[in-house]
């Protein structure tokens, strides 16, 4: 037999010696009798083990779990050594009671007896022995929710009612219900309390219930400018009860930039369009958020657009957002747009909002174009937004956004007042399919009814944020929705390939123009420490046109957070 063969089985024997000495005690359990022991087999139980100390231990184990499942006179009536590894526990299990009626007395809430499941009829309730272990812990629990975190419930008078069934008494003690005294923050001190009242909806002289408080403090996670360190603790003393949260600030500061290029189709030229978008948040520790934006496109247009969202006005649960945009076509005309708007976040996912909009445009040339006039107009709106998060993923922390406007008004020109209505929505959804595998789908639309209409006030789209393969703001409507879609496909965490296929309708009555338009594409994301760098290659074509190459966009941005 050549040596290493014979070193090797050498080892496999003394490993399988090992094995068979380190649990070189047997465990055997029955009944008093036939019928017994079928019942404690189908239990089953642990039969070997290392020393005497784990196999006493699983034979406390087994007694336990025979008052768990109604044999509650069971006894252990021996534990007999048969031979040097073999030991025999002998159980007499006596009667199997397989129900309880439990009098409460009035001290459980209907409502937590609800919560339970449980039929109550008159003070007492009736339930199955095997789930009384849990049910009392989930009603003891419910009742340290209501303020009483040290409560314990105690079964007393245990009867026999019959063959099957007992009945007792349930016994609470009555301990001090306790509120919150104190609310202390650690790590991010000047952290807004405006958020802890109303947006936590966590308040000193509230009941203290530690569930809540655990399920609100999350709900921190959702934030831009503030995450949740760890779980809250609380500190109980003989008089007092006080919180504690551990919350740190994070990067919420972002500059948003792109530079986008193309052929002219009229010319043959390169032509470049881009913006800049900057968004402030919570620079002064109160929530705030400013979004400024400067627009310059190949079609000598320009937009700046401001907006300024102060939550939490004055210690109230309502906000207020203002807004202003500035829209310039060339020489032609100018457009400005003010709003303001309440806004009352109703949870972390939930905002409503109610208010009123201004619009006033000139007409730069005074043309005697018809479809360019001076104007002015006056909107009332309401607003919904629910945006779902999903704060683990670093490339895409939104899930889900929802956010839809609806408004009603008149606009004003050469004496003439005619009614209007609006509506706007934006929404997209992720759809992960795997770590590596996702798939993006957005819609946006909008539309103006009115019985005329000027081209000064239609809505313009396409780009980058719009229907991609076009230029910039280059499309007019006065009626457009957009799909956007995109595979996604992760090389790594840091990077991400795509396709792009988007398809727009439109219509416009000034032009007795209505068609389908499609862009299709590829691009790239790249997260690095300055940012998240995104380039997109996108040629558009309408719905009789071929793809020309030359007619492609390549849009490259960055956005980073400071």
């Given at each position: ?95 199997h009671f397989k129900s309880i009626t439990i009098n409460h007395n009035g001290l459980i809430d209907k409502d937590i007896l609800k919560l339970s499941d449980l039929k109550s009829e008159g003070n007492s309730f009736t339930l199955p022995i095997s789930k009384l272990e849990q049910t009392l812990e989930f009603i003891n ?283 706007a929505l934006n929404t997209f959804k992720i759809f992960n399919l795997n770590d590596r595998n996702s798939f993006y789908i957005r819609g946006s639309g909008q539309i103006i009814d009115s019985g005329t209409y000027l081209e000064n006030e239609l809505l313009r789209f396409g780009g980058i944020n719009s229907i991609r ?94």
């Amino acid at each position: 037999m050549p040596k290493k063969f014979r070193i090797y089985s050498t080892l496999i024997f003394c490993l399988f010696f090992a094995q068979v000495y380190s649990q070189n005690l047997e465990l055997k359990v029955i009944g008093s009798d036939e019928t017994e022991t079928k019942v404690i087999d189908s239990l089953g139980y642990e039969n070997y083990f290392k020393d005497y100390n784990s196999l006493n231990k699983e034979v406390d184990s087994i007694s336990k779990r025979f008052l768990t499942i109604g044999y509650i006179n069971s006894k252990l009536l021996e534990i007999s050594k048969q031979n040097d590894s073999l030991f025999l526990a002998q159980f007499s299990l006596k009667t199997h009671f397989k129900s309880i009626t439990i009098n409460h007395n009035g001290l459980i809430d209907k409502d937590i007896l609800k919560l339970s499941d449980l039929k109550s009829e008159g003070n007492s309730f009736t339930l199955p022995i095997s789930k009384l272990e849990q049910t009392l812990e989930f009603i003891n629990a419910e009742i340290a929710n209501q303020g009483k975190p040290f409560s314990t419930l105690q079964l007393k008078e245990i009867k026999q009612e019959n063959e099957t069934s007992l009945s007792a008494s349930l016994e609470l003690s009555q301990p001090i219900e306790r509120s919150i005294d104190k609310i202390i923050i650690k790590g991010y001190e000047k952290f807004p309390k405006t958020y802890i009242k109303h947006y936590m909806k966590i308040k000193t002289g509230q009941r203290f219930n530690l569930a809540r408080v655990k399920e609100k403090t999350s709900e921190l996670n959702d934030l831009r400018f503030a995450n949740q360190i760890k779980d809250p603790e609380v500190l109980f003393t003989k008089d007092s009860t006080i919180l504690y949260m551990y919350i740190e600030k994070t990067k919420s500061n972002a500059f948003d930039g792109f530079l986008g290029f193309g052929t002219n189709e009229d010319t043959n030229k390169i032509e470049f369009d881009g913006y800049l978008n900057l968004r402030l948040t919570n620079n002064l520790n109160y929530g705030e958020t400013l979004n400024l934006l400067y627009k310059s496109d190949e079609n000598d247009q320009q937009t700046f657009d401001g907006n300024v969202i102060m939550p939490y006005m004055f210690g109230s649960p309502l906000g207020v957002e203002l807004n202003l945009n500035i829209f310039k076509k060339d020489s032609t005309f100018v457009t400005a747009r003010q709003s303001a708007k309440l806004n009352y976040q109703i949870n972390s996912n939930h905002i409503v909002g109610v208010g009123i909009s201004g619009v006033n445009s000139s007409d730069l040339l005074d043309t005697e174009v018809s479809s360019i006039n001076d104007f002015s107009s006056s909107y009332y709106f309401t607003n919904y937004v629910y945006t779902k998060r999903q704060n683990y993923d670093f490339l895409f922390p939104v899930n889900f956004l929802f956010d839809i406007t609806g408004g009603f008004g008149n606009r004003e020109f050469d004496d003439i007042n005619e009614d209007q209505t609006k509506f706007a929505l934006n929404t997209f959804k992720i759809f992960n399919l795997n770590d590596r595998n996702s798939f993006y789908i957005r819609g946006s639309g909008q539309i103006i009814d009115s019985g005329t209409y000027l081209e000064n006030e239609l809505l313009r789209f396409g780009g980058i944020n719009s229907i991609r393969g076009f230029e910039e703001n280059s499309l007019i409507a006065n009626l457009f929705g957009v799909i956007n879609t995109e595979y996604r496909y992760r090389l790594n965490r840091d990077i991400f390939v795509h396709t792009v296929i988007d398809a727009a309708y439109f219509e416009n009555k000034i032009s007795d123009q209505k068609g389908k338009l499609f862009g299709f594409g590829f691009g790239f994301g790249l997260l690095s420490k300055a940012g998240l760098f995104r380039f997109n290659y996108t040629s558009g074509k309408s719905e009789n046109q071929r793809f020309k190459l030359s007619d492609s966009k390549i849009h490259l941005s960055l956005t980073a957070s400071f």
